[in-house]
């Protein structure tokens, strides 16, 4: 599977911004997508997860509460929406996808390449 992930942009703190990643090639809907996210020095980490049916959703403890991961197998897109957004949530944030559904970077095979969120104070 091939991941797209596009949203990104510059927005004030308090602000707003739905992220999506598009998938082709392969059946979307049997994998685990996730987001992450890795700011300037620091590691890449998850943000959220959501199962391929869209059952069963994951969220780290920074977001949980303010960002909402959903997904629309019928059109191959995974939607991660941002509310309540902070400066500390600036970072550069990918789209994964994976046969399990495990928090681990290293269990998402598939990545897309990355969008550019800024939050301004």
């Known amino acids: 599977v091939q991941l797209q992930a596009s949203g990104g942009g510059l927005v004030q703190a308090g602000g707003s911004l739905r992220l999506s990643c598009a998938a082709s090639r392969g059946t979307f809907s049997n994998y685990v997508v996730g987001w992450f996210r890795q700011a300037p020095g620091k590691e890449r980490d998850l943000v959220a997860r959501?199962?391929?049916?869209?059952?069963?959703?994951y969220y780290a403890n920074s977001v949980k509460g303010r960002f909402t991961i959903s997904r629309d197998n019928a059109k191959n897109l995974v939607y991660l929406q941002m509310n309540s957004l902070k400066p500390e949530d600036t970072a550069v944030y990918y789209c994964?996808?994976?046969?399990?559904?495990?928090?681990?970077?290293?269990?998402?095979?598939?990545w897309g390449q990355g969008t550019l969120v800024t939050v301004s104070s």
């Open positions: 959501i199962t391929g049916s869209g059952g069963s959703t």
């Open positions: 994964a996808a994976s046969s399990f559904s495990a928090t681990a970077l290293t269990a998402y095979n598939y």
